[in-house]
């Protein structure tokens, strides 16, 4: 079969990362006998530079003709001063909400081989963690009017935070749907205490709960869940959230899986189409210097494979790939321990594509 997908590097690592993740695809593509074939287009700080927007039409009317979109990262200290609007980060949020990405998946899997370079005590994540944060994605307060007026404090600035009942509800099919091919629980979390969206939250995703007679539905507040999820994280198995605690829950998750540059995720709309970033952001601090640990995109290509292209064996092969190259001891900075063989980007892409 033939692929078309759509390729944005963006900014700072991303380039580095997507590229490894091109040579791992590449080797998928010889062995399994499918063809990709790529579009790079621009987006973030890289589009700004040459075009003067963060997300140029173009760049949209690609991502739509194409079967899914590999997506590296946005952003940098150079573009930090521009008005609101005109940031590179806006080009992520423009490309979720044109593409109708609603869903986002952020497993959080903690491969044995890397419980050395989990902080947690060893007893906490002894047996393994594997849970799922799924996040709404083109809703909440990053979609919400926002502005800015004078108040009697003097200047003020303000994001509105609001959810409707059909945005909820959809959120929560995906992630009892998900629950119902996992260990079925669901821990949907939220601010209901305080916040008024987040009461319509609760009694939507209860509602959706009354079809799924056999997942266990929990809800926590959003401070308890940060704390929860360092006290005993095996609790969890699919944490349903919305737009701004799905990304902070899911870059504590990370950490306890060794590393932010572990952790793979998935943008998905209805059907089948889907874009596929990792978790982490543009790491200026250590862009261009061979450093990034490229397996959270790489791993975002297999669920690339999995979830768009239906191909699981593929996605199958590119996950061992990644987890014999721990278990062979190779390390990028990032997860480095001592006695390990440290390695960079280009040669853990290599050593992956060569595992498969
Ligand atoms: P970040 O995720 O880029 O970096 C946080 C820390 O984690 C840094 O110390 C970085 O070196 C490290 N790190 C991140 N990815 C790594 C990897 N693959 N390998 C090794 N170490 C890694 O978050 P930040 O510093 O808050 O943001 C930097 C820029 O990225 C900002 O402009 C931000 O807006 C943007 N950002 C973009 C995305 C995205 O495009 N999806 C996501 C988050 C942040
Ligand atoms: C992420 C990022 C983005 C977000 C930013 C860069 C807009 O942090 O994908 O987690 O907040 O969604
Ligand atoms: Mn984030």
Same mark, same amino acid.
């Given at each position: 079969?033939?692929?078309?997908?759509?390729?944005?590097?963006?900014?700072?690592?991303?380039?580095?990362?997507?590229?490894?993740?091109?040579?791992?695809?590449?080797?998928?593509?010889?062995?399994?006998?499918?063809?990709?074939?790529?579009?790079?287009?621009?987006?973030? #700080?890289?589009?700004?530079?040459?075009?003067? +927007?963060? *997300?140029?039409? !173009?760049?949209? /009317?690609? @991502?739509?003709?194409?079967?899914?979109?590999?997506?590296?990262?946005?952003?940098?200290?150079?573009?930090?001063?521009?008005?609101?609007?005109?940031?590179?980060?806006?080009?992520?949020?423009?490309?979720?909400?044109?593409? #109708?990405?609603?869903?986002?998946?952020?497993? +959080?899997? *903690?491969?044995? !081989?890397?419980? /050395?370079? @989990?902080?947690?005590?060893?007893?906490?994540?002894?047996?393994?963690?594997?849970?799922?944060?799924?996040?709404?994605?083109?809703?909440?307060?990053?979609?919400?009017?926002?502005?800015?007026?004078?108040?009697?404090?003097?200047?003020?600035?303000?994001?509105?935070?609001?959810?409707?009942?059909?945005?909820?509800?959809?959120?929560?099919?995906?992630?009892?749907?998900?629950?119902?091919?996992?260990?079925?629980?669901?821990?949907?979390?939220?601010?209901?205490?305080?916040?008024?969206?987040?009461?319509?939250?609760?009694?939507?995703?209860?509602?959706?709960?009354?079809?799924?007679?056999?997942?266990?539905?929990?809800?926590?507040?959003?401070?308890?869940?940060?704390?929860?999820?360092?006290?005993?994280?095996?609790?969890?198995?699919?944490?349903?959230?919305?737009?701004?605690?799905?990304?902070?829950?899911?870059?504590?998750?990370?950490?306890?899986?060794?590393?932010?540059?572990?952790?793979?995720?998935?943008?998905?709309?209805?059907?089948?189409?889907?874009?596929?970033?990792?978790?982490?952001?543009?790491?200026?601090?250590?862009?261009?210097?061979?450093?990034?640990?490229?397996?959270?995109?790489?791993?975002?290509?297999?669920?690339?494979?999995?979830?768009?292209?239906?191909?699981?064996?593929?996605?199958?092969?590119?996950?061992?790939?990644?987890?014999?190259?721990?278990?062979?001891?190779?390390?990028?900075?990032?997860?480095?321990?001592?006695?390990?063989?440290?390695?960079?980007?280009?040669?853990?892409?290599?050593?992956?594509?060569?595992?498969?």
């Amino acid at each position: 079969m033939n692929y078309k997908i759509a390729l944005i590097p963006g900014d700072g690592i991303g380039p580095e990362v997507v590229a490894e993740t091109v040579k791992v695809l590449e080797k998928v593509s010889q062995k399994y006998g499918h063809t990709f074939e790529y579009t790079e287009v621009l987006a973030g #700080g890289c589009a700004i530079d040459a075009t003067g +927007a963060c *997300l140029p039409q !173009e760049t949209i /009317d690609i @991502c739509k003709a194409s079967d899914a979109v590999l997506l590296g990262a946005v952003g940098g200290w150079q573009w930090d001063t521009l008005p609101g609007d005109q940031r590179p980060e806006r080009a992520l949020l423009g490309l979720r909400k044109e593409l #109708g990405l609603f869903a986002n998946l952020r497993p +959080a899997l *903690l491969f044995d !081989e890397l419980a /050395d370079a @989990c902080p947690l005590k060893p007893e906490i994540v002894e047996g393994g963690l594997d849970l799922v944060v799924v996040r709404e994605l083109t809703g909440g307060i990053y979609f919400g009017e926002k502005g800015f007026k004078d108040t009697d404090l003097g200047p003020a600035a303000y994001d509105v935070e609001q959810y409707a009942e059909e945005e909820v509800r959809r959120i929560a099919v995906v992630a009892f749907d998900m629950a119902m091919k996992r260990n079925k629980k669901v821990t949907s979390v939220d601010k209901a205490n305080v916040l008024e969206s987040s009461r319509l939250w609760r009694r939507v995703v209860a509602e959706v709960a009354k079809d799924y007679p056999e997942v266990a539905l929990d809800n926590l507040y959003i401070d308890n869940a940060t704390m929860q999820m360092v006290r005993y994280p095996k609790q969890f198995d699919v944490i349903v959230t919305s737009n701004i605690f799905g990304d902070i829950l899911s870059d504590e998750a990370s950490m306890i899986t060794g590393s932010i540059g572990m952790l793979p995720s998935a943008s998905l709309a209805k059907g089948n189409f889907g874009m596929y970033e990792p978790v982490h952001g543009s790491a200026p601090d250590i862009a261009k210097q061979n450093k990034a640990n490229p397996m959270a995109t790489i791993l975002s290509g297999a669920m690339m494979l999995r979830y768009t292209f239906g191909l699981s064996e593929e996605a199958e092969a590119i996950e061992a790939a990644v987890k014999q190259i721990l278990a062979e001891g190779y390390r990028t900075p990032d997860i480095y321990t001592d006695g390990k063989k440290a390695i960079g980007t280009k040669e853990a892409g290599d050593l992956i594509a060569a595992a498969i």
